[in-house]
């Protein structure tokens, strides 16, 4: 059993835009998350993850900077920066930065030096191609529609990115750049920072070459071109060795596209690249043929099976992270759960089968008090720029259903998780005295904090005893993961077992009662109920159990 702190610890994802707002100008701040920390602290998590802060254009909410050593104007100043980590610190938290390495803003000054010339010293810090007979290098399709190519005419060149046009792609193969790039995560570190969230570091090495797929369409999916590419690993051991192992921080690789195999590289337990990575296979259950947006039901046999491939292939061979919802996911209550008559209960339930499972629990603000997705009646009312450029090729140009299309939207979207946080009943949620820069979602006057403070039965509390919880008992940090009657049609049930202690999660992913039945080994093993989400639950035998809609038990058996 390799004891780590970060295995031990419960993540929550500040998105600062959205958190709180100090100031009154509509955006928020990191004076506003300074004024909630005790908020933070109450609840019981351990580690803030900061979605990006630093000097930015905009154009991709922060994930396009401009200037890796400057905080964005409308978040505040390099001292507020200094005094959160100082807040955060004095309260016994920790802070892990958002690192967006894969590419910057076409407004740092490496890319305006770069686009001067061919031969600018800054050329190579970034993917030029010349075109093909006048047509970009390839037909790779960006993360957010269109080509990855822009044509530039100064050079009559073009240059990759996989996201926005104004998010050109960092060319990794160039070892200057690399040193930068290392030199400012020692500044941001040496200055206390915990740790790193790194954006797409999976998509950092391209295939040589980069050539088209070979389906011969104009436009296609390109990543087996850049995912989990060909030296992506030793530049990560690289990084490894020269900043990360030189200090006792926490680490996660948001990968998409990698494998459980590719996992157990990246997350190795010999900890020469990362601690953990996410994984996108379950927010992928419910995307049909045509992606994301085309929206199909998913099933709880997927979820166990995708789920529990995970558990097992890492088991004693990496970590695992764990999280049903984050600044680029719909809300899980309203993905996962029911957020109408059971909106409390479901939520409940998603949080006892997330942090009962083995990895570090991540949580995303105003998931702790159960916010759900949100409706805005027009496309104008949204401010994403995939959802945008979404709309424009489907309906403007494609012709698509509107009403189908905004569906989509409203299940996929973005921006459902970016709506401003929900403090209290007062103008815009409490979030700001101003204008918000995206519409609060209108159920604010019942789903907030204050409510959820001032109720011991809110999803809140629940949290906070989820929390103390695995403070309190190793076998569910390190435990080991047994999924439990696979094929059961409402019920998720597994176990982990640590030496004689043995936990049993039962989860009722359905809007009906469930039967269960669970054999013991022994008669002489004792049984304690641990966490429930119901106010009174029946004493029952295990051998002969019926779930409530939603309901969730986690029992502890003792072992004689």
């Not at 803003?105 to 800054?122: L, R, V």
Request: with cysteine; glycine share 6%; net charge negative.
């Amino acid at each position: 059993m390799d004891k780590k702190w970060w295995k031990e610890s419960v993540v929550y994802q500040i998105y600062p835009r959205s958190f709180n707002d100090s100031n009154g100008d509509g955006i928020g701040d990191i004076k506003g998350i300074i004024e909630k920390l005790d908020y933070l602290k109450n609840l019981g998590i351990d580690v803030i993850w900061l979605s990006p802060i630093y000097q930015s254009p905009n154009d991709d909410n922060g994930y396009d900077i401009s200037d890796y050593k400057a905080v964005m104007n409308e978040f505040g100043t390099m001292e507020d920066m200094d005094t959160l980590v100082e807040e955060i610190h004095a309260r016994g938290m920790k802070l892990m930065m958002d690192l967006v390495v894969n590419h910057s803003s076409d407004e740092h000054q490496w890319f305006i030096e770069s686009k001067k010339s061919a031969d600018n010293p800054y050329r190579d810090y970034y993917i030029w191609k010349k075109g093909d007979n006048g047509k970009p290098p390839n037909n790779w399709s960006s993360f957010f529609s269109g080509s990855t190519w822009d044509y530039d005419e100064t050079t009559d060149e073009y240059y990759l990115h996989l996201f926005s046009k104004k998010q050109p792609d960092l060319n990794w193969e160039n070892p200057a750049l690399r040193k930068e790039i290392y030199d400012m995560m020692t500044w941001w570190l040496d200055k206390g920072v915990d740790g790193f969230r790194m954006d797409v570091i999976n998509l950092i090495s391209k295939v040589d070459g980069l050539p088209s797929t070979s389906s011969g369409k104009d436009l296609d999916w390109g990543g087996e071109y850049f995912m989990n590419g060909p030296l992506v690993h030793e530049y990560l051991q690289e990084m490894n060795q020269q900043v990360l192992s030189k200090y006792d921080i926490i680490t996660v690789g948001e990968s998409p596209g990698a494998t459980t195999k590719d996992a157990a590289r990246y997350a190795n337990a010999e900890g020469t690249e990362l601690n953990m990575i996410f994984t996108f296979e379950h927010m992928d259950l419910d995307s049909g043929p045509g992606g994301k947006w085309d929206v199909k039901p998913w099933t709880l046999g997927d979820l166990k099976e995708v789920m529990s491939k995970w558990q097992y292939d890492l088991a004693g061979k990496g970590w695992n992270s764990l999280y049903l919802n984050n600044h680029d996911q719909p809300r899980m209550v309203s993905r996962f759960g029911n957020d109408g008559e059971y909106r409390v209960r479901s939520a409940k339930m998603l949080a006892t089968f997330l942090h009962m499972l083995q990895g570090t629990p991540y949580i995303y603000q105003g998931e702790e008090i159960g916010m759900t997705n949100v409706r805005f009646e027009s496309i104008e009312e949204y401010d994403d720029i995939e959802i945008h450029n979404m709309f424009r090729e489907a309906v403007t140009e494609g012709g698509q259903d509107y009403d189908k299309v905004m569906e989509a939207i409203y299940v996929k979207g973005r921006d459902n998780a970016r709506t401003p946080m929900q403090w209290d009943n007062s103008d815009h949620a409490g979030f700001t005295t101003g204008t918000p820069w995206l519409k609060v979602n209108p159920n604010y006057d019942e789903i907030n904090a204050v409510n959820a403070l001032n109720d011991q039965d809110s999803i809140y509390y629940f949290y906070q005893h989820l929390i103390q919880m695995r403070k309190q008992h190793d076998v569910i940090v390190y435990g080991k993961y047994e999924l439990i009657q696979k094929d059961h049609a409402q019920i998720y049930a597994y176990t982990r077992t640590l030496d004689q202690d043995e936990l049993l999660i039962l989860c009722n992913f359905s809007g009906e009662k469930a039967e269960f039945s669970y054999e013991m080994t022994s008669k002489q093993d004792t049984v304690e109920l641990l966490v429930q989400n119901m106010e009174t639950v029946e004493d029952q035998f295990l051998s002969e159990l019926t779930l409530a809609p939603y309901e969730a038990r986690v029992y502890k058996i003792s072992r004689s």
